[in-house]
């Protein structure tokens, strides 16, 4: 019986069950290899086929040609069957896959499962080929440099073996690119996608400069497309439409290659009407309520300024549920309860509710404040019980109410308030009783006592061990002097060391490295503490620059100055008497039998120097 049988065929999978035969084998038994192929090619309805060589195939890479409709492709492949004995490991490393309109083939081959070989990239080839034919794609038909990639791949392989999965195309079509409809594209809406349905009501979208707001994509023909298998992809018409807008100079338009870009030349919100587009600033309301404005979120830093005027008795101009965040927040009226309102800067010319919440990044003034407000200068005429926050806090006239600041100035001061600050307080005139100012050290998220109460116990259990340690050290090292003396003798004789000899040694090591390791970490946590305790003391000493000053020198009853030191912990106050004309109150250290000790200073005069931060503006 014949070992190969050699066939000229265009389709080989249609011979193997004659090939079957001939060879007496099974047909799953049946494999072959492509020797050669010839390609001929015609256009239209010549019956005249033009036959190409394999090295002229690139013909078929230039578009013109290939894309032409009438064009018409024909292979015959020089076939020779064998019977194929054991699995084919190749084969099984490769696998061919195409994209929805065949205009791109792409294959996959797993080097994990390929050695390299002198024939390898053979291998691969007759491979590829023969999984082409099965799916009636044709041979070199542009393929372009996919056989150089196959050569660079297989020669990487040969030197530093792959040890995973490649891609690689093997031939490209050519891609339908769509008709294009003009339509325009609404890019700053694109912002809010996230946004709940509160927060988007207001329809104001903040924008930054040189931001994309809209493209309008303009009408454009699309070009067809071929597939692999010679199909043409036909393109349909754009579809008929006319969009009309127009933008402000605040928008620049970009051309681009099919569409216009509008790009914003300032910050601000994107203002639309009637088609019209614009980049505002200012957005002016008589009243805001929750049903129609919802939460407004146009950033800290837009540029956006918010106007709300509404000056009534009777109705907020701010009501409930409401919430804004802009770059400059103007309120004429007063603002509810529930509301939260977030500005760069704040102006609010009315009353705020006990349940309102304010945030300033930059400055806020506020003309009567109850509830709450954090910000970096907060400028307040009335305090009514309300809740301050800040850096800088300078108040007209106190009711009551609680401020937490770095600095706080109250031209009256009258009942019941309670101010703690870090740097210094001022007081213009005492006209009320039960007011309390504490001074404390304005980092509070470390417990320094904690930390270093717990540095010094372990600090003490490391010394310990390093004391019985080193006890164990020096009490064995004569008899481990003698063992090593023993140890180099019985080596000169070549006579065989004891094993209790060599367990010692190792023993009186691994308690040596122990004594040193403690003693590492012992200096480690020295060194932690003595950090800790200059960063403990740098803050005490910023509390005994914080001074309390009464202008006025006269002092009303159940008044109190209060700091609150680290070290010792304890607190120094100082209670007022309607009797005393102190000015000044602060702390002061002073020795004593070589020892340091802090202590309250109390005088009738002050240094205008403390008071230069006031200068900069007046409540």
Same mark, same amino acid.
């Given at each position: 019986?014949?070992?190969?049988?050699?066939?000229?065929?265009? =389709?080989?999978? *249609? !011979?193997?069950?004659?090939?079957?035969?001939?060879?007496?084998? *099974?047909?799953?038994?049946? !494999?072959? =290899? %492509?020797?050669?192929? !010839?390609?001929?090619?015609?256009?239209?309805?010549?019956?005249?086929?033009?036959?190409?060589?394999?090295k002229d195939l690139a013909f078929f890479e230039k578009d013109e040609v290939f894309l032409k409709e009438d064009l018409h492709i024909q292979q015959n492949y020089k076939i020779e069957f064998f019977q194929r004995k054991g699995i084919d490991e190749v084969s099984n490393a490769i696998r061919l896959s195409a994209n929805k309109n065949i205009t791109r083939i792409v294959v996959q081959i797993d080097f994990t499962k390929l050695k390299y070989h002198d024939n390898l990239i053979l291998d691969l080839i007759q491979t590829i080929y023969k999984k082409l034919i099965k799916l009636k794609f044709f041979l070199g038909i542009r393929f372009f440099d996919f056989k150089?990639?196959?050569?660079?791949?297989?020669?990487?392989?040969?030197?530093?073996?792959?040890?995973?999965?490649?891609?690689?195309? %093997?031939?490209?079509?050519?891609?339908?690119?769509?008709?294009?409809?003009?339509?325009l594209i609404l890019f700053y809406k694109e912002k809010v996608q996230d946004y709940t349905l509160d927060e988007k009501l207001s329809g104001i979208i903040a924008v930054n400069e040189n931001e994309t707001i809209l493209r309008h994509i303009q009408q454009k023909d699309g070009s067809p497309g071929k597939s692999l298998n010679l199909h043409f992809l036909k393109v349909a018409k754009p579809a008929e439409?006319?969009? =009309?807008?127009?933008?402000?100079? =605040?928008?620049?338009?970009?051309?681009? !290659?099919?569409?216009?870009?509008? %790009?914003?030349? *300032?910050?601000?919100? %994107?203002?639309?009407?009637?088609?019209?587009?614009?980049?505002?600033?200012?957005?002016?309301?008589?009243?805001?309520?929750?049903?129609?404005?919802?939460i407004i979120k146009a950033g800290l830093d837009k540029n956006v300024k918010i106007n709300i005027r509404l000056l009534s008795d009777m109705q907020d101009a701010v009501n409930s549920g409401v919430g804004i965040e802009c770059e400059e927040l103007n309120v004429a009226g007063s603002v509810a309860g529930n509301t939260n309102l977030r500005a760069s800067k704040l102006n609010i010319d009315g009353t705020t509710h006990t349940k309102a919440k304010l945030y300033a990044k930059n400055e806020a003034y506020i003309k009567t404040h109850r509830g709450y407000i954090e910000g970096d200068i907060v400028n307040i005429d009335l305090l009514e019980n309300g809740t301050i926050k800040a850096r800088i806090v300078k108040i007209k006239k106190s009711l009551g109410g609680n401020i937490i600041a770095d600095k706080i100035y109250i031209d009256t001061l009258t009942h019941n308030n309670f101010c703690t600050f870090f740097e210094n307080a001022v007081v213009e005139k005492f006209e009320g009783e039960n007011n309390k100012f504490h001074a404390k050290i304005k980092t509070q998220e470390k417990n320094y006592e904690q930390i270093l109460t717990k540095l010094h116990d372990e600090i003490l259990k490391l010394n310990k061990r390093c004391l019985i340690l080193k006890q164990n050290l020096l009490a064995n090292k004569s008899n481990i002097i003698t063992i090593q003396k023993k140890m180099q003798e019985l080596q000169t004789f070549k006579q065989e060391i004891p094993i209790q000899y060599k367990k010692i040694l190792r023993d009186y090591q691994l308690l040596k490295k122990d004594f040193i390791k403690t003693q590492s970490d012992e200096k480690a946590l020295l060194e932690e503490k003595n950090k800790f305790y200059d960063e403990f003391k740098s803050l005490q000493d910023e509390l005994v620059k914080a001074t309390f000053i009464n202008k006025s020198g006269k002092w009303s009853e159940m008044c109190e100055i209060r700091f609150s030191l680290l070290e010792?912990?304890?607190?120094?106050?100082?209670?007022?008497?309607?009797?005393?004309?102190?000015?000044?109150?602060?702390?002061? *250290?002073?020795?004593?039998?070589?020892?340091?000790?802090?202590?309250?200073?109390?005088?009738?005069?002050?240094?205008?120097?403390?008071?230069?931060?006031?200068?900069?503006?007046?409540?």
């Open positions: 019986m014949p070992k190969t049988v050699t066939i000229n065929t265009q =389709n080989p999978y *249609k !011979d193997i069950f004659n090939v079957a035969k001939k060879l007496d084998i *099974k047909v799953e038994e049946v !494999d072959f =290899n %492509v020797l050669s192929f !010839d390609t001929h090619y015609r256009f239209g309805t010549t019956p005249q086929w033009e036959e190409i060589s394999e150089q990639n196959l050569f660079n791949t297989v020669a990487k392989h040969q030197h530093t073996p792959i040890n995973e999965k490649i891609q690689l195309i %093997v031939a490209r079509g050519i891609d339908l690119v769509p008709s294009q409809s003009e339509r439409s006319k969009t =009309n807008f127009s933008c402000s100079e =605040n928008l620049k338009p970009i051309q681009n !290659d099919g569409y216009v870009d509008y %790009v914003s030349q *300032k910050k601000g919100y %994107v203002a639309e009407n009637a088609n019209s587009f614009d980049i505002a600033n200012t957005i002016d309301f008589g009243s805001v309520d929750f049903k129609t404005v919802g010792p912990k304890e607190d120094i106050f100082y209670a007022s008497s309607a009797n005393e004309n102190f000015k000044y109150i602060g702390l002061k *250290k002073q020795e004593m039998d070589n020892q340091e000790f802090i202590v309250l200073e109390k005088s009738v005069e002050y240094e205008e120097e403390v008071l230069s931060w006031l200068s900069q503006s007046k409540a």
